[in-house]
């Protein structure tokens, strides 16, 4: 039986550990060992219970916390470690070679290049390495490594059934909700969306924002927001594990996030049944058919958006067709099927690999 971990080193809660728990359920189920490297009493130990606790904190000796982790991957008997970022990445392939077995599984973020620093290369060549991608044009358009085991295409995904039973948190009775999804990158795009609320208040549309996911500087949008004239209609919520609930309480799904948290937000409001407008340029986009599946919007232009979300609130056969048709759309989707395939896939050659090493 095969035996993967994914690599968080970060004890906060975010898009990527996500990731790594849905993919850790679907391969559970079909019967492969799945853990995750994290520090232990953290948010995301304590949200991917489904999955085995392999307990680890990073100490600031890039040599010394390999060390520590190849006896972490050799006492679970790891075939692979998945990680994302270069500096993890380096990290995992000294653990993988000092362990004396396993491989090294690198995700990149959906639109993110496939950088070859001097620290990519070398950790090609410390541990067999697979690159995971998120679509296949992103296979196409790297760039050859040598060394570099080969490249899989795993594209984000979620288990629609996990919704089944969800149900909204509490509103304020008589207002509109906006769920507005965000992240740290996301600075101008969440700055022009609450300037996108300011003014459809200031036009005396009753509507309650809910702030989700983790900011760049809470107190500057904070500022902005009571600026603007939204103190007292902005919850700011942080980045729950468990979004579902305040995704469902919405009337409007709003991703400015500019990572997989973003994709992972518009995943997770399709299933849901609840209408997504998301913001051009972001990763969230390429999950979005406009005015079929969700709504396309302008960067930066507060009242054009204004003016579109009024008419889109004013149609409500409109965003009942298209939350339908994303719910439809998203219920069919065999993502997490597709991702266990390719990673089974990868675990088999890792091993078939490592007989002929």
């Not at 390999?66 to 998945?82: E, F």
């Amino acid at each position: 039986m095969s035996c993967i971990a994914f690599f968080h080193p970060s004890p906060a809660w975010d898009g990527l550990a996500r990731i790594y728990l849905e993919t850790g359920r679907v391969l559970s189920a079909r019967g492969i060992t799945a853990g995750i490297v994290c520090p232990p009493a953290s948010a995301v130990a304590a949200a991917c219970a489904a999955l085995d606790l392999l307990p680890f904190e990073m100490r600031g000796s890039w040599f010394a916390d390999g060390s520590r982790l190849s006896l972490v991957l050799r006492q679970y008997g790891c075939d692979a470690l998945m990680v994302a970022g270069e500096d993890e990445h380096l990290l995992a392939a000294l653990a993988v070679r000092r362990s004396g077995r396993g491989a090294v599984l690198r995700r990149f973020g959906a639109g993110a290049a496939s950088d070859l620093t001097i620290k990519t290369r070398l950790a090609v060549r410390l541990a067999p390495t697979w690159f995971v991608h998120s679509s296949g044009t992103e296979v196409q358009a790297s760039k050859p490594l040598r060394k570099l085991r080969g490249r899989v295409v795993a594209d984000l995904a979620i288990d629609p059934a996990q919704f089944d039973r969800t149900t909204g948190a509490p509103t304020p009775i008589g207002t509109s909700t906006i769920a507005l999804v965000t992240d740290p990158g996301a600075i101008r795009a969440t700055a022009a969306a609450l300037r996108s609320i300011a003014a459809m208040r200031q036009r005396g549309h009753a509507i309650h924002t809910l702030l989700i996911g983790a900011l760049h500087d809470a107190n500057e949008v904070r500022v902005h927001a009571t600026s603007l004239g939204l103190g007292d209609a902005i919850a700011f919520l942080g980045d729950p594990v468990d979004r579902a609930p305040l995704l469902a309480a919405a009337d409007l799904v709003w991703v400015v996030a500019e990572r997989e948290d973003g994709g992972i937000a518009v995943l997770d409001a399709m299933a849901l049944g609840v209408p997504v407008m998301v913001t051009r340029g972001t990763m969230a986009e390429r999950y979005v058919q406009h005015s079929e599946t969700g709504i396309v919007t302008e960067r930066d232009d507060a009242l054009a958006t204004a003016a579109l979300i009024t008419l889109l609130r004013a149609d409500t056969a409109l965003m009942t067709r298209i939350s339908a048709e994303a719910q439809a759309a998203i219920r069919s989707r065999r993502g997490l099927s597709a991702v266990a395939d390719t990673i089974a896939a990868v675990l088999q050659n890792a091993a078939v690999a490592q007989v002929a090493a």
